[in-house]
């Protein structure tokens, strides 16, 4: 392993407070807004009125009631995150079409099969737009041969046929998934203004976008108050391990932007932006750099994304919405002969293993193409499994895993980096596509994103 690697000890870890409780003071996880309310999925039982198979004397009620009495559990699992509506018993086809008219206006959609010989209850069910979720237990019949067909000619949906009503929660992540980016709204700073992205990811997953100005941001921190700022850098200071190039004014201004960007994002009622720091910064359009305040509301379960890249802010709305994760994004640095890839950035979030958690270690530097302003470099956990992936475009996803084995400390490149162990570096590097970000998640999503790019329309692809 490269001298250059950066370790730190237990005590220095625990010196690291969360900066989390500031944003959701201020505006953060407030349950009124829109992306924070429970998903509403509606779920239907499908029974024929005189049953064969699985049995000719089944107690359809008895298995309704069973599967209902799970279906609870799971909801009381996500309580707050997911609502289960309906449970209507359809057996007719004029049952299942007044089913699917209420289905309509759902995040999601739960068929639950309870005999054989449901293809005419099922096909009102196609046309519904929500995402579609078939659970069949085993001998309940082929329903699943229909729902695979939708599924194969573009219906946004899934299967499962399983004797474990618990191998539906992480379907009950997804419906949330689904709610969150469909209720969320990203402010976009830039001059360029990105329409055709924006507008694709909006068609596929509902997601509002608004371009608002560096003057409007200018103005709010102006408007900020400048002595508070001064007492959140302190603090600041205080519970980093140390501060490097920063003078205590670079770290007050890298506060009051992050008050600025709070009080644009409750303005707006949205919750994630991305701006184009870098052009920003070098024309003075920016008063500072957003670092600081991209850590911070990461931390806090918003979302704070640099270089206007919409691509890796969707990313983190997908895989933080369901893995309760920041993300991490990245310039990808590849080292084929060590079969490793560094992941690079000059922003990064603290609290990698889930929001709220306690804040890993952290120094404070100055951006590093330019020294100037105020980054954060981030002593990562180690030995632990790693999720990479973006939004290539709106319909696709590339996906790769690794192991970090170690925080590097090393003049060249971004101020946070970690050392990753790939399957295949040369794979990925020889098909790389799609931008240069990635964004890194702690824990293996990789199953979880196939099963979302079938219940939210897009292709998983593996790079490595």
Partial sequence: M????????????????????LCNRLFGADPSMPWMEPATVKKVFLAVPKPTWPRPDLDVAAEKAQLEAALAEL????????????????????QAQAAARSAAEADGLLIVDLTSGTSSLLRPFRDVPAPTL??????????????????????????VSTSEPGDLDPYMRIFRTIHHLKKSKVLVVSTGRGRATTDAFSKQF??????????????????SDAAEAQKAAEQYSRAALKVVEPSPKDIADSMRFYRAVLKMLDREKANAITIDCLGGFRRGDLPAYPCVAWSKLNDAGLYGVCEADVFSTMTQLL?????GKPGFVSDPIFDTGRNEIIHAHCVAATAMNGIGAPSAPYIIRSHMEDNKGVSVQVIMPIQETITVGKFVDASTFAVSTGEVIGNVDNPRGCRTKIRTRVADAR??????????HRVVFYGDYTRPLEQMG??????????C
């Fill in 2 to 21: 490269s001298s250059d690697n950066l370790s730190i000890s237990r005590r220095e870890f625990g010196l690291s407070i969360g900066g989390w409780a």
């Fill in 75 to 94: 909801e009381r699992k996500y309580t707050g995150s997911l609502r289960l509506t309906g449970g209507e018993l359809v057996r007719t086809p004029e």
């Fill in 134 to 159: 078939l659970f069949a237990r085993p001998y309940s019949g082929w329903s699943y041969e229909e729902v695979t067909l939708w599924i194969q000619n573009g219906k946004k949906g899934d299967l």
């Fill in 206 to 223: 509902g997601t509002a976008f608004d371009f608002p100005s560096y003057q409007d941001l200018k103005a709010l921190f102006d408007s």
């Fill in 319 to 323: 895989l933080t919405s369901f893995s």
């Fill in 427 to 436: 794979k990925m590097l020889t098909n790389y596509k799609g931008g240069l």
């Fill in 454 to 463: 079938r219940m939210m329309g897009f292709k998983v692809v593996r790079e």
